[in-house]
């Protein structure tokens, strides 16, 4: 069991690096970028009601 703790904790460790190296390679004014226009969806999605609805159930059914 602690042999595949240890393969599985490698295996994580490795795909958290590539993620890294991938995420060094995009430039900063495009991860603003994205991350402005996230916030930007979220908001206008968050004033539909249906949508924060949703949103709300999902957030109770995570404090569960």
């Known amino acids: 069991?602690?042999?595949?703790?240890?393969?599985a904790l490698a295996l994580v460790s490795?795909?958290?690096q590539a993620v890294r190296?991938?995420?060094e390679g995009i430039p900063m004014p495009v991860l603003l970028g994205i991350a402005f226009i996230s916030g930007f969806l979220t908001e206008r999605l968050?004033?539909?009601p249906n949508t924060s609805q949703l949103i709300?159930?999902?957030?109770?059914?995570?404090?569960l």
């Open 1 to 7: 069991m602690a042999r595949q703790r240890r393969g």
């Open 14 to 16: 490795q795909e958290q």
């Open 21 to 23: 190296e991938q995420v």
């Open 46 to 48: 968050f004033h539909y």
């Open 56 to 63: 709300r159930l999902a957030i109770a059914y995570r404090a």
